[in-house]
């Protein structure tokens, strides 16, 4: 049933408190609303209200043509090819303000597809058709700042209160209409604690295979924001939870079986979300590097043995074929797998602690990146004869400890030199290090 009443007369949850709304959000609203348009927020930051959680950014919805709402700010643009949404800036904030959209439109995806996702060109909507075409209840409740008036259709404050994600209307026609629709579920239920319905959860596990109609490039940014948010960890425990992991990451899934991958990966988010909290910068390289580390070891060790490559040869080959595979699923942009493959080569030059290699190697820019991923490895349960320790002592070392560090390496430094020597090259190749 529609429901519209009045955010001060229903208990905590229903109320929201205009001073935790950017006062910019509030503006955006009050200049559209004073023209004769109507306008409120809506989306994430109304859930986020009615959470008590302070919102990362507003979305506004209005009846205002995209050009129309240009004309009113100054400091506005529009973006977007096929659905244009207007970007309204004070300062370091954006307030994102969307013209009321009609269900069965699809505002990011450009290609075409057979599987029953929305081809239909972008056309405006009323109000009740902007409510329907959006993807949870929770996210669509509408609030009108001045007036305090919250505009539920869709029963999203009740969903909210109980904490459940339920899709507006029918989970498989909305799902089809737009699977990254199942990412979002996912990425909701880590982010918010919430669950998700439980109707909705078998759809989303008999359609999972719909992740591959999307493409790799819309799918990055969706790994972006379940990995790279604060809660990537909670994020691959619930893609796991779903059977979506294998969709996104078919090596990265089978390689859990003979590997520690699992440990691996979880640790890198773990600590990707301490760095956030903490307000550390993170990269998506690490957490990429930490995701395809197991399927690198495993095609390195393949092309070494059946192709008879060497180690230097079959890392990089390695590393080439699973990073090409993986971009089928999920783009990995060229500014991400240059660092990506830094943080995989260094670790083959940890092992090796004799003469100024240790000294170069805390200069090279990545180290710290490799230094991390190395005890990442040893947490996931690698053994590495304690070489994390190693280094975590010599960073930290007097010059003349770090020399005694060296020369205590020196029994295997003797050994290695009588072996015959590889061809070596920048990125060294002579680890000795085991996966289990
Ligand atoms: P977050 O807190 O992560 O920003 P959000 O709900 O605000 O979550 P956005 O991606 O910012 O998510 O989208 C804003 C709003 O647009 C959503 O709340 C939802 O109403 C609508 N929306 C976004 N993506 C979709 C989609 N794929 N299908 C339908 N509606 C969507
Ligand atoms: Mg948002």
Redesign the pocket.
């Known amino acids: 049933m529609p429901t519209r009443w009045s955010a001060r007369m229903n208990g905590t949850l229903d109320t929201i408190d205009n001073h935790h709304i950017s006062i910019n959000a509030i503006k955006v609203v009050n200049r559209l609303t004073e023209h004769g348009y109507q306008a409120y927020v809506?989306?994430?930051?109304?859930?986020?209200l009615l959470l008590g959680k302070t919102?990362?950014?507003f979305?506004v919805a209005t009846d205002a043509h995209p050009e129309e709402v240009r004309d009113l700010f100054r400091n506005s643009r529009i973006i977007g090819k096929r659905f244009r949404i207007v970007h309204v800036r004070f300062g370091r904030e954006i307030v994102?303000v969307?013209t009321f959209r009609a269900p069965h439109d699809?505002?990011?995806d450009e290609n075409h597809s057979d599987s029953g996702r929305t081809l239909v060109d972008n056309v405006f909507g009323n109000f009740e058709e902007d409510v329907f075409?959006?993807?949870?209840t929770?996210?669509?409740v509408y609030h009108q700042p001045e007036t305090g008036e919250i505009i539920d259709l869709a029963n999203g404050v009740d969903d909210i209160r109980q904490r459940i994600i339920r899709p507006?209307g029918d989970a498989e026609d909305?799902f089809r209409?737009?699977p990254?629709?199942m990412l979002?579920a996912i990425?909701?239920q880590a982010?918010l604690d919430f669950s998700i319905e439980p109707h909705t959860e078998k759809t989303i596990r008999s359609l999972g295979y719909l992740i591959q109609v999307i493409p790799p490039a819309r799918l990055f940014e969706e790994m972006l924001?379940l990995f790279m948010?604060g809660y990537g960890s909670a994020a691959f425990s619930a893609l796991l939870e779903h059977e979506i992991f294998g969709w996104l990451f078919p090596d990265a899934n089978r390689s859990m079986k003979d590997y520690p991958a699992q440990g691996l990966i979880t640790a890198a988010l773990d600590s990707t979300d301490r760095r956030i909290a903490e307000g550390k910068p993170v990269t998506p390289a690490f957490v990429f590097a930490a995701l395809l580390w197991y399927p690198f070891v495993e095609e390195r060790d393949r092309l070494q043995n059946e192709e008879n490559m060497t180690q230097v040869q079959a890392s990089q080959e390695a590393a080439n074929n699973v990073l090409a595979k993986q971009q089928l699923f999920t783009s990995i942009p060229r500014r991400f797998t240059g660092p990506l493959r830094d943080i995989w080569f260094l670790q083959f030059r940890l092992p090796m602690r004799f003469g100024q290699k240790p000294d170069i190697l805390l200069e090279h820019k990545r180290f710290r990146a490799a230094y991390d991923f190395l005890i990442l490895r040893e947490t996931a349960g690698e053994e590495l004869e304690q070489l994390g320790e190693w280094w975590t002592e010599y960073q930290e070392a007097s010059a003349e400890r770090r020399n005694e560090m060296k020369q205590s390496s020196g029994p295997k430094r003797r050994k290695r030199r009588n072996r015959k020597r590889r061809p070596r090259t920048e990125t060294g190749d002579q680890a000795s290090w085991q996966s289990t």
Do not use: H, L, W
Not at 42 to 48: F, H, W
Not at 133 to 136: A, I, K, L, Q, S
């Open positions: 809506v989306g994430g930051c109304v859930r986020d919102p990362k950014d979305d994102e969307t699809d505002q990011y075409r959006r993807d949870f929770m996210n669509a507006i909305r209409e737009d990254v629709r979002r990425r909701f982010k924001k948010s």
